[in-house]
């Protein structure tokens, strides 16, 4: 994955996302070094497994670090817990080059980004919901209400 700072594009959907746009992000990447790490596993690559396998790594250990567990105690320490796992199968993968360990850490991986494609999805759609309600709410005239049905 290029730096953010070499790549004008990545860096300027890192710095407009939202939360949950970076939460997938951060799924789509460990998602992509693992599936690398796997390839280069198969192909005897174990110099290349290990840096891929590393960074996967890196990524679940700073989503782990990323849980405010003032904010949901109980959900967070679910997920430190899904962390934990996924970070295990990786290092087990990295250790003793197991593609099974791979594929399971791939498989939680993916479950994971699928439910934050999700709810991302319903967080945008409630915003734009939400957006002319507030712009009425405070008084701002939208494009509807300047539209006159009346000829």
Same mark, same amino acid.
């Given at each position: 994955?290029?730096?953010?700072?070499?790549?004008?594009?990545?860096?300027?959907?890192?710095?407009?996302?939202?939360?949950?746009?970076?939460?997938?992000?951060?799924?789509?990447?460990?998602?992509?070094?693992?599936?690398?790490?796997?390839?280069?596993?198969? =192909? =005897?690559?174990?110099?290349?497994?290990?840096?891929?396998?590393?960074?996967?790594?890196?990524?679940?250990?700073?989503?782990?670090?990323?849980?405010? @567990?003032?904010?949901?105690?109980?959900?967070?320490?679910?997920?430190?817990?899904?962390?934990?796992?996924?970070?295990?199968?990786?290092?087990?993968?990295?250790?003793? =080059?197991?593609?099974?360990?791979?594929?399971?850490?791939?498989?939680?991986?993916? @479950?994971?980004?699928?439910?934050?494609?999700?709810?991302?999805?319903?967080?945008?759609?409630?915003?734009?919901?939400?957006?002319?309600?507030?712009?009425?709410?405070?008084?701002?005239?939208?494009?509807?209400?300047?539209?006159?049905?009346?000829?």
């Amino acid at each position: 994955m290029a730096d953010a700072g070499d790549n004008p594009y990545l860096r300027n959907a890192v710095m407009t996302a939202g939360p949950e746009q970076l939460q997938l992000m951060l799924y789509d990447g460990a998602i992509r070094f693992a599936s690398q790490a796997r390839e280069a596993i198969e =192909k =005897k690559e174990i110099e290349n497994s290990f840096n891929l396998l590393t960074r996967a790594q890196n990524i679940v250990r700073e989503m782990e670090n990323g849980l405010r @567990h003032e904010v949901s105690p109980e959900l967070c320490s679910q997920m430190a817990s899904l962390y934990r796992f996924v970070f295990g199968k990786l290092v087990d993968a990295n250790v003793n =080059k197991d593609v099974q360990a791979v594929d399971d850490a791939l498989k939680v991986l993916r @479950h994971q980004r699928e439910t934050w494609a999700i709810l991302a999805d319903k967080v945008q759609k409630a915003q734009t919901t939400e957006l002319p309600v507030m712009q009425q709410a405070e008084g701002v005239e939208t494009p509807q209400d300047s539209i006159s049905l009346e000829g």
